[in-house]
């Protein structure tokens, strides 16, 4: 075999993957289709029983007066931005420096509605109430991400989100909580859904992380919020005749998952502790708080990548597709617990590691 | 009976319906999704052979460099006109005053990307080579739509336009087309697709009116072009990690109908004159240019509404599910032929004419 990306060809042949719930296929939406009778009516540009009944469901689930159905995060956290923005009249909010809206979404909620960001707290950890206080400058919202994706899903204590939920309502600043991974969470804080966003004035969560949907986020908060940021969806396009293929998938998937979360938090501990045992490997966070982690080498990229081709070669268990660089002198990927990590037999996880182990003992 | 609004109810419970092409429900997505396997990928992103091979079947066959799938034409055109205008380093577009973009889009091309707009010719009729010579504001876009929806779908004549695209070439001016219904108006014109498209620098087409898919959009140019149409498209929101559920609808449908339009456009022909022969009732267009057209009735909203009900109930022909007031004395509705129109006997779709010319003679 001399493929043009080994990684990820010995990862896509692997018998077992450790991350996510399966293939991205169109199988995703055609088994959330398969018992929904053809005769069901499409939605028409957010009104119809298939999304009115959705929103009902996520508003009660999460606690919130109204939730509106978004074909994509993106687009429902910039315009809750603006939402607030406008209702202060200060065009500038406040998040961490690696929160998507800083780095995946190309500059939208600055070129699009000519917000200022401020970055709270330093990329290697999660914001706390400290940098809230300290911050000089007039915002009309703060947005946390639970968890931190790119610093392996870290999060801040429950006490912590209290503080800063009870302060910025002192001074005036809405809450945004940025809950693309929301249920992933609630295992390690031991709370429901509606205490965490009990907290937040306007929440987002996404349903294919976690849940593993075809795409979508639920935006919700109150009424006069949620009215606005439909005004707002038609604004940017999102208002589509026909969002049920989204729909469908979010619900069926949510039914099928939003109780896994605590085995997938736990999986993630068992997974993050294997390759802690490990030479030259530690994970961020050591103790997982949510179903993910990032996997850190502390050897450069290539001789990484040749390692896991051959795990992935010699034990059949996909460890991942991909490894970004840190610097030359190490590398990391991500990993996702879902449905697949439970399919793994045990003694062919632990030989994995046990290989793995090996090899980057013999650098 | 007495439901809500027995207009609706009464086009329900027809057995033939004058327009589209059949109910918009979720077989629609599952009859694309068919003959599918399950095992092909999503796309993810904007990447991956789903995506990519459609956009570039769609380059070819408008006869574009390039072209880029969006999930919504609200999101492609405003994207259009920002990048014509960043680049002329001129906010400030043209259009026809009942544009898409200037009543059904909550003013987004203003309040997201701060655009002005001038509205070109009256309300009653297309624009004219002559109303773009005395236009005295500085623009860097012109966006025309072929066929002019919300006046029945008028056209200009092909010559026009010609002179349109010589005109604005010379001036500097970029011309846009709103192709919502694109593929609608080749029968009238009777020029292919390229023809058409070679006068415009950026174009959009939808998928769901005369195609009949499930949502979705296409917009083509130059390489540099939907390049940057590309990063607008990831800061609207619009970069969705799966837009395969319109995508394969889009493909299925478009091999589907896309060469039945003459039959639609003649469709619409022979029903404007059934019509056009009855008392107070007239079509705009007179003779239709496209598979669209208005229906006028010179009597009010509530006396017509009475007499569709009458139609619905006695001969089984859905006339129209809405009236719209024109004013206290006229009222109107639209068609769109589609597949449905064909399946109509021939003497049922007469009795009907009959007993609504002998309703509206009775009043």
Known sequence: MNPANPLLETFRQSS??????????????????????????????????????????????????????????TMAQQISMRIWCDEKNIHQVAYHPLSHLEIHEQDGLKKLHNIKTILLADKTRVIELEDIIKMKEDVACILLELPQRE???????????????????EQGIKLHLDGARLLEVLPYYQK?????????????????????????????????????????????????????PYIIPADYYFEKRSSKMYQYYEGAKELAALFNSCTGISTLPLVPVSNMFHVHFLQPLEQVKTILIEVQQQTGIGVS??????????????????????????????EAIKVLDENMNSI
Chains 1, 2 share one sequence.
């Open 16 to 73: 077992y993957q450790l991350s996510n719930h399966g293939k991205r296929n169109v199988q995703v939406l055609k088994e959330a289709f398969e018992q929904i009778d053809g005769e069901v009516s499409s939605d028409m540009y957010g009104r119809g029983q298939i999304i009115e009944e959705f929103q009902e469901k996520m508003a009660a689930f999460l606690g919130k007066e109204q939730a509106v159905f978004f074909p994509s995060g």
């Open 321 to 350: 597709h991909y490894l970004k660089e840190l610097d030359e002198e190490s590398c990391s990927f991500e990993v996702n617990i879902g449905d697949q990590y439970e399919n793994i037999p045990k003694e062919l996880l632990f």
């Open 151 to 169: 610093i392996g899903g870290q999060l801040p204590s429950f006490e912590t989100l209290e503080r800063i939920s009870e302060y910025c309502a």
């Open 192 to 244: 429901t859904v509606t205490e965490v966003c009990a907290l937040f004035d306007s929440v987002y969560m996404s349903f294919y992380k976690g849940i593993g949907g075809v795409a979508g986020a639920i935006l919700a908060g109150e009424q006069g919020f949620i009215e606005q940021s439909k005004i707002w969806k038609t604004r940017h396009g999102g208002d589509l005749i026909s969002l049920y």
